[in-house]
C-alpha cells in the first residue's frame, strides 16, 4: 500500500480519499504489470512522481504465487519475452481469473477479503494478450457497462476512461479496445468482452468499482510492454486525484437504480445495431501455404501496415429481466451460500423464530451443462425458471437478505438462477436437480390404472398430454412416468425447488 497521508485508518481515509486498486500476476506467463507497479511504488516513494492529494495506491505483487513458482520458457509459445516467467494455472491447476465469484480457490478467497477490506474506487488487473497481431502495444477492456450501470458506464466510458487514453496517447501509445479475435482479421469489426463476474473486473462492477484490464500485446517487446502498463497505472492515477471527488459521489448514485420494484437486466447482448467507429491500426491478414501441412494459413505481414475504420460494439441488451426484490431468504442449510455473503461483507438478519411468509418461488425448469469441465466445475448455462408465489415457513436461523446495501448486485448475480454466473449455473445447488425417489413399474402399473379410473380430471390430463406429446404416446415407461409425476405419490417438493426464495 502507497499511503503518504498521517491516517492510517481505512475507514477513515475512505471518506476524503479515493482509493486504486491493482492485481498482478494472476496469470504469472503475463507478468508485465509485475515489474510496473513495482517501478511505479518506487517512483511514488521516491518521490519521482508528484505526492497525491486524494488517493492511496494498494497492489497485489503477484497473485497466482504458485503459478509465479512454476517457472518456464516456452509455455507463453506466442509471446516476445522475458527470458521467464510463471504458468497461468495455480498449484491446483485453476485459472484463477474465471475464480472470482465461485471462489473455489483460497487465492480468490483472499482475494475477496482484501477486495472488501479496500472498497476500491478503481481497479485494475494487469495482463498481457494473446490472438491477432497489429500495431499496438497497449489494449484494454472496459468492464461491462451495462453491468456497472448506466450512471457509473456513462462516466466511465465517455469521461474518465476517455481521458486515460487521450493521455496515454500523449505519452506515446496509441491504443485499441481488447482484440478479441482468434484466427481472423481483425478489420472486420469486434465487440465488447462481456468481463462476467467470473473474472476480476466483472466481480469488481458488481461493488461498483470502475473496472480496466490492460493487455499489452504478447508480439511486442518486454520493456515497451512494461512502460506501457506503468503509464496506464500513472495516467489513473492523475486522473483520479482529479475526479477523485465526482467519482466517489457518482458511485453512490449509482446505486439507486437497483431498489427494490425495479427491473435489472439479467442476461446480456450485443446490440449490432448501435456501433461507434475508429480508426484501426493492423496489418494485412494474408494467407500461404503452410511449411507443415501444405494448407493455407493465416499470417500477418508486417510490411503492409494499414489504417482502416471499423466498427465498435460496446452497447449491450438485455435479453432477460428479473425485479429486484426487497429481500432473499437464505435457509440456513445453504451454508456454503452463507460463508461467501459473510465474507463479501453482505449484511445479513437471522430470522428470530419460526415464520411463514408471503414469498415468490421458482422452480428450475431447463438447463444445460458444459460437456467437458470447466475450471473444476460442469457449468450450467441458458437456465430458465417458473415462477410461483405461495407461503413458506422458515425456520429460526435462515436468513433475510435486504437489497438496501451496496453489494446489491452481488446478491442479485449469485442468486438468480438465471444470471450468467449464478451460483446455481456454478453448481452450489445440484442436489435439487436430481430425483430421490422412485418406483418400480411392476407394481406402479395397477396403482397407476387405479388413479385413472377414479380421478377423471387425472385421465383427462393423461388423454390431452398423449394427443399432444407422440414421443410420449409411443411410450408405455413415458406414460407411467406421467402418470407418476401428476399423482399424489410424486412428493418431492425439493426436486428442482430452488431453495432460495424472494420477498417482494
Do not use: C
Not at 259 to 288: H, L, N
Not at 298 to 325: E, M, Q
Not at 369 to 392: A, F, I, M, W
Not at 395 to 420: F, R
Request: a positive charge.
Amino acid at each position: 500500500i502507497y499511503n503518504p497521508f498521517p491516517e492510517k485508518d481505512l475507514e477513515q481515509l475512505r471518506k476524503s480519499k479515493a482509493i486504486l486498486f491493482v492485481n498482478n500476476g494472476i496469470h504469472p506467463g503475463e507478468p508485465d504489470g509485475i515489474d510496473a507497479t513495482m517501478m511505479l511504488m518506487r517512483d511514488l516513494v521516491t518521490q519521482k512522481i508528484k505526492t497525491p492529494q486524494n488517493f492511496i495506491m494498494a497492489a497485489i505483487s503477484a497473485y497466482n504465487v504458485s503459478g509465479m513458482l512454476n517457472r518456464g520458457a516456452y509455455s507463453r509459445a506466442n509471446q516476445n519475452g522475458p527470458e521467464q516467467y510463471g504458468f497461468r494455472g495455480n498449484a491446483r491447476n485453476y485459472d484463477l481469473n474465471r475464480d472470482f465469484i465461485k471462489a473455489d480457490s483460497k487465492n480468490a478467497r483472499s482475494f475477496q477479503e482484501i477486495y472488501q477490506w479496500l472498497k476500491p474506487d478503481v481497479f485494475i488487473d494487469n495482463h498481457v494478450s494473446n490472438g491477432a497481431d497489429y500495431q499496438y502495444t497497449f489494449t484494454y477492456i472496459s468492464t461491462f457497462k451495462e453491468r456497472l450501470g448506466n450512471t457509473l458506464g456513462t462516466y466511465f466510458y465517455n469521461d474518465y476512461q476517455a481521458k486515460n487514453l487521450k493521455d496515454m496517447e500523449k505519452l506515446g501509445y496509441e491504443s485499441t479496445p481488447y482484440v478479441n479475435i482468434h484466427g481472423d482479421v481483425p478489420e472486420v469489426g469486434f465487440a465488447a468482452f462481456e468481463d462476467s463476474p467470473r473474472y476480476s473486473t466483472g466481480y469488481a462492477s458488481l461493488f461498483n468499482s470502475l473496472g480496466t484490464v490492460p493487455e499489452t500485446h504478447m508480439l511486442k517487446p518486454y520493456d515497451k510492454r512494461v512502460d506501457a502498463t506503468y503509464k496506464y497505472m500513472l495516467v489513473n492515477l492523475q486522473n483520479l486525484d482529479k475526479e477523485y471527488s465526482k467519482i466517489k459521489q457518482l458511485r453512490l448514485e449509482n446505486l439507486k437504480q437497483y431498489q427494490a420494484g425495479k427491473q435489472y437486466g439479467i442476461r446480456w447482448k450485443i446490440d449490432s445495431t448501435k456501433y461507434s467507429t475508429m480508426d484501426f491500426k493492423g496489418y494485412e491478414g494474408k494467407y500461404k501455404p503452410s511449411e507443415i501441412s501444405g494448407k493455407p494459413r493465416l499470417y500477418y505481414d508486417r510490411n503492409k501496415p494499414f489504417t482502416k475504420n471499423i466498427k465498435l460494439f460496446t452497447t449491450a441488451v438485455p435479453t432477460g429481466y428479473i425485479t429486484i426484490p426487497k429481500y432473499y431468504v437464505i435457509p440456513q442449510s445453504q451454508y456454503r451460500v452463507i460463508e461467501e455473503f459473510r465474507r463479501n461483507k453482505i449484511q445479513m438478519k437471522p430470522i428470530q423464530k419460526d415464520s411463514t411468509l408471503a414469498v415468490e418461488s421458482y422452480k428450475i425448469r431447463d438447463f444445460k451443462t458444459v460437456k467437458n469441465p470447466y475450471e473444476g466445475h460442469y457449468l450450467h448455462y441458458e437456465t430458465t425458471v417458473d415462477t410461483s408465489r405461495r407461503n413458506q415457513t422458515f425456520s429460526a436461523g435462515d436468513y433475510l437478505v435486504s437489497t438496501e446495501q451496496p453489494g446489491v448486485k452481488y446478491i442479485i448475480e449469485t442468486l438468480e438462477p438465471e444470471a450468467l454466473d449464478s451460483f446455481f449455473n456454478w453448481n452450489f445447488f445440484d442436489g435439487i436437480l436430481a430425483q430421490k425417489e422412485y418406483y418400480s413399474a411392476y407394481i406402479f402399473e395397477d396403482s397407476a390404472a387405479e388413479l385413472l379410473k377414479n380421478d377423471k380430471k387425472l385421465k383427462e390430463a393423461f388423454e390431452a398430454a398423449k394427443t399432444s406429446d407422440k414421443k410420449m404416446s409411443d411410450s408405455g415407461e413415458a406414460q407411467l412416468d406421467w402418470i407418476y409425476r401428476h399423482s399424489p405419490y410424486f412428493e418431492e417438493k425439493t426436486f428442482r425447488q430452488y431453495p432460495v426464495y424472494r420477498v417482494l
